[in-house]
């Protein structure tokens, strides 16, 4: 799934969205935020129409979301061998302690077991690098030491070792440092902390799927995909995520659930793919992954969907391996009409793109595009979600069968309504006319921002004859994203959007267009600690395209840095021109990924995507600060509560928790499968 990971989340804390024009009275008297700590804030989501879908699918839904959440331990371990054991010992702490609650050391010690569970484990969910507990070391055996022993695993030979091992874990710097590094010029396996490779170099790992490669392979399998990769007595070798083998206890719950799933599906075709998934799930053959994407991808008819399984590859530099994730949701019917409209005209956008004719496809096949509404969130996905997604990833497939892609429309709602009079738009916009513009068209020029990107943008292209997809290596996923944002930015202020009935006016993609180069230059430094590079794929993304078109668009004033009582602002002095520098540097990355040059990406990106002004970054973080925001946030799920006459499920009921240390605390002990090490 190429997907546009928390740009709204993005869009709307950072003063990008408008606020959401369809607020209803109960909407209005809902409680959007339910916490707030570090740089995080915990929102709710609510599920509309739910009342409206038949029993059967709301059955449905839920045997689909009991499967989405009992994959949690998997992302938690993927993403380092020890966040287990972290996790269920500060779990323990916090279940058991018998010293006092009230303490200030304990109030961080708690910011902290929130933060593991927000990340999913010790690194920063977008930064990847580790935090740290605001404690000492000496009250953290305090805490130890008045917690009774039995709440701690037992795997490791009993407290005072598995406390003795993990301190230096959690509090040493050196140890750990980034669950994935990008840097230029250093072993990207070995300095990465991630638990994708144990005891290989860089060079080891790709030799060995070198060799594993099919020559001209029209249908390449996506080697590496789900499997956790070590060298044992000198051998390289794969444990496969599947039934029996790694991850085994969890994916068994998971295929337990999804097979309940489909015995309540809402056709034949729907229930075909979720066997075909299970058949994945339980042989870990990627032939049947490939068999279950392009069942997924044909299915256009179900208005309950799913995505549940080892889908993205942002967590490994290398670009092989994928973390475990879920999404369950159902078509919004009425709002699915505007992306339809997109995904119909996908030919025309094709043909009319800036990029070469010999990069483009001759014929777009299988595109498709929905808004859904979100019911439940797993893995990668969860606390913090994406709300567009764009599948399969397969190369081939998209080109052979098309891609499907979907808006989380209750997501992106649900962020505008906890973002509404936050101050940061009369922050950071320039003038009361961007102010107005912004949220007069805000919030449906992020979603159509969001439809474009992953409707078309993802699906547009070809590679050319011998490229295999992989050549752009640990500066792929950020080239990726940049192409598939520079392809909705290029599209979202043309009069064919108008002339479509998809947008009003142009107005909406002139608010895009301030919205973005605002982010791109500066907002999104909020997220970044002074003096640090950026490392998260979507931010280099942004960043890239922003001073790019700065740099070339200089000469013609095309984007303008003012400054107004010590502030610096970003201003688009010429739209239209800004549209043609989005289109050039578009033709130049769609090059990039179809002749797999390198060399050329790696050169953008670190040129134009890394480094930050640290004069500008300053400020911006300075003037943040005044606003006491916090830049990330992530969602509580709702709760799926089914109603039994007998044995047979009659009605599932929703529940919309507001206390986000109660609903860890039920989702660690409920859906906990894994052994402590894995």
């Known amino acids: 799934m190429k997907y546009l990971t928390m740009l709204i989340a993005t869009a709307t804390i950072l003063g990008m969205a408008g606020c959401a024009e369809k607020k209803t009275e109960k909407q209005a008297d809902f409680a959007w935020q339910a916490d707030q700590f570090a740089d995080i804030r915990i929102l709710r989501y609510q599920i509309p129409g739910w009342d409206e879908l038949a029993p059967k699918q709301k059955e449905l839904i839920y045997f689909l979301s009991e499967a989405a959440l009992c994959g949690r331990d998997i992302i938690f371990d993927q993403n380092f061998k020890y966040n287990l054991a972290i996790r269920r010992t500060l779990e323990a702490i916090n279940q058991g302690y018998t010293g006092d609650r009230n303490a200030p050391e304990w109030n961080e010690f708690m910011v902290y077991l929130k933060r593991v569970w927000f990340s999913n484990g010790i690194h920063h969910h977008y930064s990847n690098e580790k935090f740290f507990p605001n404690i000492s070391t000496e009250y953290f055996d305090e805490l130890a030491k008045n917690t009774p022993d039995n709440l701690f695993p037992t795997e490791m030979g009993g407290k005072d070792i598995l406390i003795s091992?993990?301190?230096?874990?959690?509090?040493?710097?050196?140890?750990?440092?980034?669950?994935?590094?990008?840097?230029?010029?250093v072993d990207l396996v070995a300095s990465s902390a991630n638990n994708y490779y144990e005891g290989l170099t860089q060079s080891e790992v790709e030799?060995?799927?070198?060799?594993?490669?099919v020559a001209n392979d029209p249908q390449p399998i996506s080697y590496g995909l789900n499997s956790k990769l070590i060298k044992e007595n000198g051998v390289v070798v794969e444990k496969v995520w599947k039934v029996g083998g790694m991850y085994g206890s969890a994916i068994e719950k998971i295929v337990f659930w999804l097979e309940k799933a489909a015995a309540v599906a809402e056709n034949e075709k729907q229930k075909e793919i979720i066997e075909t998934l299970v058949a994945y799930y339980k042989s870990g053959?990627?032939?049947?992954?490939?068999?279950?994407?392009?069942?997924w991808v044909g299915d256009l008819n179900s208005q309950v969907d799913f995505v549940n399984g080892f889908i993205e590859n942002y967590g490994d530099p290398l670009g092989y391996k994928s973390s475990w994730e879920a999404v369950v949701n159902f078509k919004d019917i009425e709002a699915t009409k505007r992306s339809t409209i997109i995904s119909d005209n996908?030919?025309?956008?094709?043909?009319?793109?800036?990029?070469?004719?010999?990069?483009?496809?001759?014929?777009?096949?299988?595109?498709?595009?929905?808004?859904?509404?979100v019911a439940q969130l797993g893995g990668d996905c969860y606390p913090a979600t994406p709300i567009g997604i764009?599948?399969?990833?397969?190369?081939?497939?998209?080109?052979?069968?098309?891609?499907?892609?979907?808006?989380?429309?209750?997501?992106?709602?649900?962020?505008?309504?906890?973002?509404?009079?936050?101050?940061?738009?009369?922050?950071?916009?320039?003038?009361?006319?961007?102010?107005?513009?912004?949220?007069?068209?805000?919030?449906?020029?992020?979603?159509?921002?969001?439809?474009?990107?992953?409707?078309?943008?993802?699906?547009?292209?070809?590679?050319?004859?011998?490229?295999?997809?992989?050549?752009?290596?640990?500066?792929?996923?950020?080239?990726?994203?940049?192409?598939?944002?520079?392809?909705?930015?290029?599209?979202?202020?043309?009069?064919?959007?108008?002339?479509?009935?998809?947008m009003p006016s142009i107005e909406v993609g002139v608010a895009e267009y301030n919205s973005y180069i605002r982010n791109g230059m500066m907002t999104q430094l909020t997220r970044i600690e002074f003096g640090k590079d950026i490392e998260q794929?979507?931010?280099?993304?942004?960043?890239?395209?922003?001073?790019?078109?700065?740099?070339?668009?200089?000469?013609?004033?095309?984007?303008?840095?003012?400054?107004?009582?010590?502030?610096?602002?970003?201003?688009?002095?010429?739209?239209?021109?800004?549209?043609?520098?989005?289109?050039?540097?578009?033709?130049?990355?769609?090059?990039?990924?179809?002749?797999?040059?390198f060399e050329a990406g790696k050169n953008l990106v670190e040129a134009y995507a890394v480094k930050i002004d640290p004069e500008l970054h300053r400020e911006v973080l300075d003037r943040y600060a005044k606003l006491?925001?916090?830049?990330?946030?992530?969602?509580?799920?709702?709760?799926?509560?089914?109603v039994f006459e007998g044995d047979s499920i009659v009605d599932v009921k929703v529940e919309y928790p507001s206390n986000y240390t109660e609903q860890m605390n039920e989702y660690s002990t409920k859906y906990s499968f894994l052994p402590t090490l894995n």
């Open 346 to 373: 996908a030919q025309w956008f094709e043909d009319n793109s800036p990029v070469n004719s010999e990069f483009k496809k001759k014929e777009v096949k299988g595109v498709s595009a929905k808004v859904i509404t």
């Open 165 to 185: 091992m993990l301190k230096p874990i959690i509090f040493d710097p050196n140890i750990a440092a980034k669950r994935v590094n990008q840097s230029e010029g």
């Open 285 to 295: 053959d990627l032939k049947d992954f490939d068999r279950y994407n392009v069942l």
């Open 390 to 502: 764009n599948l399969p990833n397969a190369d081939w497939i998209r080109k052979d069968h098309g891609s499907k892609s979907v808006t989380m429309e209750n997501i992106t709602y649900a962020y505008d309504m906890a973002a509404a009079g936050s101050g940061m738009i009369e922050e950071f916009a320039w003038n009361a006319e961007e102010i107005e513009i912004n949220k007069k068209h805000g919030a449906l020029a992020g979603n159509l921002h969001t439809d474009l990107h992953e409707c078309l943008g993802h699906g547009s292209g070809q590679l050319a004859p011998g490229t295999k997809g992989d050549e752009l290596k640990n500066y792929g996923s950020v080239l990726e994203e940049t192409r598939a944002d520079l392809f909705a930015l290029y599209y979202i202020i043309d009069p064919k959007m108008v002339e479509l009935g998809i």
């Open 207 to 213: 030799d060995f799927y070198k060799k594993m490669m």
């Open 628 to 642: 006491k925001l916090a830049p990330y946030a992530g969602f509580l799920n709702p709760k799926l509560v089914p």
């Open 537 to 597: 794929a979507h931010m280099r993304n942004r960043q890239l395209i922003a001073r790019w078109c700065y740099e070339k668009g200089k000469n013609e004033n095309v984007i303008e840095r003012k400054t107004r009582d010590g502030k610096t602002f970003f201003v688009i002095n010429d739209h239209n021109k800004l549209r043609e520098l989005f289109g050039t540097l578009l033709s130049e990355i769609q090059r990039i990924k179809s002749t797999g040059d």
